[in-house]
């Protein structure tokens, strides 16, 4: 394959596609020089078209869990695919899969599989309706769940109806929470809730254990479902759904990203009382019962069982935020790192605009490490700390290069169209 | 990997997946004996988990269009894979691929991809809704459209809210078309079509062109969208939009199933005008960027261009519809066939509960052939003439086992379930 320019693909892109690219892996949400488009990817490397390498700190947004062309995972989807992948029924693969889920995470009893994350979410929501013969569904503000109508943070192409019984709290916050629920009533079908707050632009907050305490009994005392929003934090956190960290079960959690290693798949989990709703809904794709990536899915379970990746994880990240803390100081800098280092999000202190950081991710990007801006990164497990400290190296030149122009960097146009959507309650 | 004897695969999906399975490939809708897993396909064939071979009219319900593991695609899947299928942003096919559909279907400018049908649909949808300004959604009464809650046929985990601006139509009927166009008044989105009417259950009809250049006008009068739902029929009857057939374009056609035969791909094309509010949504997935799809598209798009597998679909339907229609008739029956010989519908004439059509399907999977009693199917490019003979040579079979036991069929209970359903509007 020729390499390819950026420039040329993006031109011809824009005339096929609208505005290019849309979607979370559009530049149009980055800062200028963000490559759009990427010819390979091995372990935690990335390569855009025209051949230079990043240290990858998107992970595709969360399906790369153990690295890009793991060669267990990949033999074990391989082996699936020349024996089928989509017939006209599911392959064995299906069941196995199921009761892998349901030996790992501690609430389930039972699983079904779709693509997207917005399938596994979208099933939840109706479940929770199903099972109640209620309507409204209470989600954290800010917190996102996917991009159809009920859930999507862009307003276009959506009616109020598609969200009339979607209602917010503030994650974390009893009080919030509380009186959503009373608010609700007798009409309350469920709670959503992010394994830990990751939103866009505001700083990341594990759950504090009291909040998630209260969202069970408050469920517990209406009979509404707990629906734990794993798609993102699946599996990043602990070999569970992640609030077994804080001792809290759910009813349903919805999983995706990372549950084949990137090969195309997600599930909604649940626990026995929800298992007449879940089976009670018609919902089905065509390529919901594909063997291939359940296949992955399956040795990727076995190789998160088998292994410390969890803590090979936590070692990676607090080298990450302890080393970036430092270095930023050492320039004068001052970092707002937040949430689980496994999944890290890095703004800057004193940066309402976010001009820092868009500045110093771009700093980043030409020393050939890609970080974002605004939004939560991953780790994968093909990262070493050799990887780590690669991109400590190039964080000590990026805060070197920033400081002497730090009073005259500006804000991007486009980030400040987007923070405004962010503050009005979108994306 | 070991058989499995399909009674214990069933025994153990029920205690993990609700119901033992779901959606359009579950056997509870189809009649006893019918296996769920399969454990291999190649070409127009699949194997059970007992290792029992069918010539498989179903094709995946629909994604197999040029027959399971095609060299050529598995090679083009199997490089693009090698270098990275999900990553941090897409890869060079993704220009490729859109250029590709572009170049083929005659009223597109632009595509954005996705991962289900119904993905595709409610892209579809919001988009109408964004370009208009306004709610209404006319769609053929019995149609199907996806399985999100705006259009699944299933009654449950759906509130009224979900479509409330939904309104139905009678396929091939101008002045029912005419009417909704009419109450719709100015809050007029968009039109829903499919390429012919392929509703379960009932006799499939080609679209008639008065109808099809009425629903045309009337969204040109109105500056509604007019949208060709081609998830299920898509390449099946042209190598451009199906209503080209009939001289009709749209503004926006769904795709999906045969696309990148059998890799999870689905894609909303659409005109110039509509490029503006596809823009303009936040709509996105995890996968929707992976690119080994992509590169089996664009292999599976080249071939179709590139033989005659129309001729060879029409060659091979035309055989089967007239060589049962004549084996039926030695045996007393009479068949109802309907719709395009390449996606055909069999079933009985005076047989209002589907009995004699779930006992000849019966017949026909013991002696090898895949067929389903009230769901259109599919031809795959892979099958050959021989293959028809083969099926014939069942079905004259099958007729006669079925001729003696004739008066004393009785119907499913399932299946009696199941029509209640859908007289209710349901699938």
Redesign the interface.
Known sequence: ?TA?TEAS?RA??L?????G?????S?ALLPDGF????????GAW?WD?EGNRYL?F???????LLG??HPEVDAAAARQA???????????V??DL??T??SMVGHA????FC?????AT?MA???A??HTGR?IVLVAAGAYHG????C???P????P??R??IRPYLYNDVASLEAAVAEAGDDLAGIFASPFKHDVFVDQELPDPAYAERARALCDETGALLIIDE?RAGFRLAKDCSWSLVGVAPDLSCW??SLGN???L?ALLGAEKA????????????????ATPMAAAIETLRILRETDYLAHFEALGTRLRVGLDAAAAAHGFTLRQSGPVQMPLIMFAQDPDARLGYAFSQEMLARGV?MHPWHNMFLCAAMTMADIEFALAAADEAFAALAPRRASVQPSPRLLALLEQAAAG??
């Open positions: 394959m390819q693909l011809r892109a005339k096929v596609i609208p505005n690219m849309y979607g979370h892996e530049v490559p759009q488009f990427f010819s390979r990817a091995d990335i078209s990858d998107m992970c595709a947004y969360g399906p790369n890009y062309h020349a024996l089928g992948d989509a017939m006209t029924g599911p392959a064995p299906m069941v199921a009761e889920l349901v009893d039972w699983a079904m693509k997207n994350g917005t399938d979208s929501l109706m479940t309706r199903a309507r991009a159809a109508a009920w999507t943070p862009g276009m192409g959506v009616l109806e598609d009339a019984f798609v995706g990203k990137g090969q195309p997600s298992r007449g709703a879940a089976g009670s809904l018609y919902v089905t794709g065509s390529f919901w019962f594909a890609y979108g994306h």
